[in-house]
């Protein structure tokens, strides 16, 4: 699990501000669907994102970007899961050169970083299992009456 990489990658269609800038939250939706797809891979299920921690807002992405979100499993607990998080801009719009003009970036832009911590239920047929008294996991059955 410790290592698992779940790369998603999108064009930019909206910006939310002047200059064709994106808004920072669209960076972190895209970490939410990259950790949702971490989550279903490691447990079978979506998870719950429980926070962010060291947000870092280090480029502009803007609309007619290429953009990838990417997220590896750093840490794994009994429920949580600790990722590393980034979204770099692969490509971008050039309307200075013509209308429909883009280039890809090489190297790729940096946007944002983050750490986030996701949580999956205990008992789920595939996800993670219960510690049990003397310090054993045991995955819990399901009942199928």
């Known amino acids: 699990m410790i290592g698992l990489t779940v790369s ?18 669209y960076a972190l ?11 279903i891979r490691t447990d079978g299920d979506e998870g719950l994102f429980a ?14 970007d290429v ?4 997220a590896v499993v750093v840490a794994a ?6 990722l590393d ?3 770099t801009v692969l490509c971008r719009a050039r309307r ?6 883009a280039e890809v970036l090489d190297p790729p832009l940096l946007a944002v970083t983050a750490t986030g911590t996701v949580v999956v239920p205990i008992g789920h047929p595939h996800g993670p ?7 054993n996991a045991t995955k819990e059955k399901a009942n199928p009456g």
């Open 77 to 82: 607990g009994t429920r949580s899961r600790r």
């Open 96 to 101: 200075d050169l013509r209308p429909s003009a």
């Open 8 to 25: 998603h990658r999108r064009y930019v269609a909206h910006a939310h501000y002047g200059g064709g800038l994106v808004d920072g939250a």
């Open 67 to 70: 953009v990838e979100a990417t």
């Open 29 to 39: 939706a895209l970490f939410g669907d990259v950790a949702t797809e971490v989550c």
């Open 85 to 87: 998080l980034r979204l």
């Open 129 to 135: 299992t219960e510690v049990g008294k003397e310090g």
């Open 51 to 64: 926070g962010y921690a060291d947000v870092r807002f280090l480029a502009p992405v803007r609309a007619g």
